[in-house]
């Protein structure tokens, strides 16, 4: 039986864009002991390829994470199966707002050391024993509270184009950086109500346990993230505490939540929240750039990348090597030439 998709990806892109079956685009985690992961991969994949899933799972020892589409005549029984699974029963399924149902072309199914990086060894702090969840209505009430003090436990590409009112923003580039950040920065506020939260509620589940474990004793997490208290506050009509953009890492690369526009384009300065990443693909960083620029500059970040593609194909491939650095995936939007960043 076959555990992989090889085909080609450009035909499983083509396909997708001109498929017409409606499909939902929705993501769901979990921390839980699983004793082999290895073996769950592989039933999973074999049970999610049948129900037509695209998208990325990850699997550890710590719990599962993913981010999926699903035809919409499977969904429920993409529910009965996972409220039947021994490691899945329970978990919420986050939906998407703002969704076309074409974030993903293939399923992928990995095996990895954790499910979200924190630099730890296994078993430092116990995952599983995680802050107060609190819904939409609940983190309104905390978030008015002046004993409390909220966290962004994303990255800082991420609260750049969208963020919580008040919100503490560490300038991190990874979850595992942005531990210590916090740590340090919330020395002084040890007693008050901690209330942490991300995209999704993967990172901040797993920060309010570290923190707990830390001796923090008022530590909350919005449940379902970002995501959620946007569908919430819509559902019962609440005041909404979240100012623009909710940074996604699939294809959209953002939804958004209110037309405020709370970031600036990395070239000219102008007010802009688009993600876009450097056509240059020797190039390829991660960045914000306004419609002009992108103009412009036929989507490249610099006139380095946009000469860069003017050359001879032969020439591009000599010349490619200069790019390496900025390739580095964790200095998204902080290469030097973004001088507006
Ligand atoms: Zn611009
Ligand atoms: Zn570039």
């Known amino acids: 039986m076959l555990l992989h998709n090889r085909t080609d990806r450009r035909i499983l892109k083509q396909q997708i864009a001109q498929s017409s079956e409606p499909r939902l685009t929705l993501s769901f985690y979990k921390y839980i002991y699983i004793t082999d992961p290895q073996a769950f991969r592989d039933k999973l994949y074999l049970d999610l390829s ?3 899933v695209l998208g990325r799972i990850y699997v ?6 993913a981010q999926i589409s699903v035809p919409q005549a499977q ?26 149902g074409k974030s993903f072309y293939k399923l992928k199914v990995k095996v990895r050391p954790k499910i979200v990086a924190d630099g ?128 996604v890492f699939d294809e959209r690369l953002g939804e958004r939540i209110t037309n405020e526009i709370i970031s ?35 989507g490249c970040c610099s006139q380095d990348c946009y000469d860069f593609l003017k050359l001879p194909e032969e020439e591009q491939k000599t010349q490619k090597k200069k790019f390496k650095v900025v390739r580095n995936v964790f200095r998204k939007g902080r290469a030097e030439h973004l001088k507006l960043k």
């Open 50 to 52: 049948a129900l037509q």
């Open 60 to 65: 550890a020892h710590e719990g599962i994470n």
């Open 75 to 100: 969904f429920e029984i993409l529910q009965s199966y996972v409220n039947a699974s021994l490691y899945l029963s329970g978990i919420r399924l986050n939906l998407a707002v703002d969704d076309n």
């Open 120 to 247: 730890l060894e296994d078993h430092v702090f116990d995952v599983t024993n995680k802050g107060v969840h609190v819904d939409a209505e609940a983190f309104n009430q905390l978030a008015s509270d002046p004993d409390t003090v909220i966290v962004d436990m994303r990255n800082h590409y991420e609260s750049e184009v969208g963020h919580f009112e008040n919100a503490i923003l560490p300038d991190a580039d990874t979850f595992r950086e942005a531990l210590p950040m916090v740590e340090e920065l919330l020395k002084s506020h040890k007693d008050k109500n901690i209330v942490m939260y991300c995209t999704g509620g993967i990172r901040c589940e797993k920060a309010s346990a570290y923190f707990k474990h830390k001796g923090f004793p008022k530590v909350y997490q919005l449940e379902g993230g970002i995501i959620q208290y946007s569908r919430e506050i819509q559902a019962k009509n609440l005041p909404n505490k979240f100012k623009g953009k909710n940074f």
């Open 264 to 298: 600036h384009c990395h070239q000219c300065g102008k007010s802009a929240d688009t993600h876009t990443n450097c056509k240059n693909e020797a190039c390829h960083i991660l960045f914000i750039q306004c419609d002009t620029c992108a103009k412009k500059f036929e």
